[in-house]
């Protein structure tokens, strides 16, 4: 079977085979004046590009020397994406224009736009896009002349608004239950936080007299802490070589393994995504001096909105020989002095107040290593009473990790529910009140 024939297999007998040329147009009208310009987007649809920008917080480039040669678009066409091949082809709720780099696909017969606009984002159409796409070229967008040999199964036009009207209340009740879960989910986060933050600046007893730490970020502390910098409490740092002294062609499958951004998390070495240089480059190229040990201190020193600058976490016993990238920082803990779990645990608790503060850079944000070193922290006494905020840390964040994970899994399960749900209507596997016997030809005349 072709896979522009796939939906013939699925779908109830009665339903139209029709290929899509006859249900749309390739519309080429040029932008009328006054249109705004729309941009496509998977996640919004096709959208005014204030709407986008709105919705991202970000900037697009809007066409500064006109939009003549724009597409004119009305409302309830869809939009062929430059991702096509990932499902984009995009509804429109608004009249506009858009680039003359994407397809807009007019509905040249009557059709109720919802049934199509599920259709269109179902998993079965993604998957008849992925099967055409295979051996012509990764990435290739689906042109008109592609699209309109498909052939489709068409439902009556009752039944296409039988099944998008179903749709819109299954999915809001799907969606609501998402989001609900996404913000329990952000309260257990915040609730994490606000725990482990408690415990490291704080301490576990809550009848020690306390004192002012000087430190804004630290507020007050128990009185028999000591507050210094980080510099104080480590023998050693560095920094990983120059940037350009590791490069994509440098990694290889075995050596010495590479410290990434990515690898360093919230007191969690991420140690899944592996990298490595060949180990005579590191000896002949490199050098030491970027070494890493067990119990040695790994910090971020880029961060963006989803990864604090300045999150710190622990290298693991099993590291075996290792290195630091650049903008990754290895502090060695004078352990005379102080726990590395208990000191990981402070600075990531610590760093997005903290580094907001003292970082650098005007796009992302970056600590340089002395800034890094520049780091305050409060040191319980004792090595036994590090051990045991660490040690009632691990516990509590134990509990709510394994409460976020439950939540996370549900909700995947809840997508994975949709998404089977709108293949199943928009292929005919759901009855719905017996309207797919009923006027089963589409109406092919002409829309107003």
């Not at 002349?145 to 009556?156: G, H």
């Not at 002294?245 to 969690?268: H, P």
Request: glycine share 6%; aromatic share 8%; net charge neutral.
């Amino acid at each position: 079977m072709k896979p522009t024939e796939v939906f013939d297999s699925f779908c109830p007998q009665v339903w139209s085979r029709l290929k899509a040329v006859r249900l749309f147009s390739n519309a080429t009208e040029r932008a009328r004046e006054g249109d705004v310009q729309l941009s496509a987007s998977q996640k919004f649809g096709v959208v005014p590009q204030s709407k986008l920008m709105e919705e991202e917080d970000t900037k697009y480039m809007l066409a500064l020397s006109g939009t003549d040669n724009f597409k004119h678009v009305q409302k309830d066409d869809f939009v062929i994406s430059l991702r096509s091949f990932e499902g984009g082809f995009e509804h429109s709720a608004y009249e506009g224009c858009v680039s003359p780099a994407y397809t807009v696909l007019r509905p040249k017969a009557k059709i109720y736009p919802g049934y199509w606009r599920y259709l269109f984002k179902s998993s079965i159409f993604k998957d008849v896009l992925a099967a055409f796409n295979v051996g012509i070229r990764d990435g290739k967008s689906i042109r008109y002349d592609d699209f309109s040999q498909f052939l489709l199964a068409v439902p009556s036009l009752d039944s296409q608004q039988t099944i998008a009207t179903y749709l819109d209340g299954e999915t809001a009740r799907i969606d609501a239950l998402v989001e609900k879960k996404t913000l329990f989910i952000d309260l257990l986060r915040e609730k994490r936080h606000a725990l482990v933050t408690h415990a490291v600046t704080k301490g576990l007893d809550p009848s020690v007299p306390m004192k002012d730490s000087g430190v804004e970020w630290l507020g007050v502390v128990p009185a028999q802490w000591m507050v210094h910098t980080l510099s104080r409490v480590t023998i050693s740092r560095c920094d990983g070589p120059f940037g350009s002294a590791i490069k994509s062609e440098t990694y290889s499958e075995s050596g010495v393994r590479v410290v990434r951004l990515q690898n360093i998390g919230f007191n969690e070495f991420k140690g899944d995504d592996v990298a490595y240089i060949p180990a005579d480059y590191k000896q002949n190229e490199i050098g030491s001096g970027h070494d890493v040990l067990p119990d040695d201190l790994l910090m971020a020193g880029l961060g963006d909105d989803n990864n604090f600058l300045g999150r710190v976490c622990v290298a693991p016993e099993d590291i075996g020989e290792t290195i630091v990238k650049a903008d990754c920082y290895r502090f060695r803990v004078n352990t005379r002095k102080v726990t590395p779990r208990f000191l990981a645990y402070q600075l990531s608790a610590t760093s997005k107040n903290e580094c907001g503060f003292i970082s650098t850079g005007s796009t992302r944000a970056r600590l340089n290593l002395s800034l890094a070193a520049s780091r305050m922290v409060a040191i319980p006494p004792t090595l036994a009473e590090q051990r045991d905020i660490a040690n009632w840390v691990e516990r509590s964040m134990s509990a709510i990790n394994s409460l976020i994970m439950k939540c996370e899994r549900s909700i995947e399960l809840l997508k994975e529910h949709r998404s089977a749900l709108i293949t199943a209507a928009v292929t005919g596997q759901i009855d719905l009140q017996d309207t797919f016997a009923a006027a089963s030809q589409i109406d092919l005349g002409t829309t107003a």
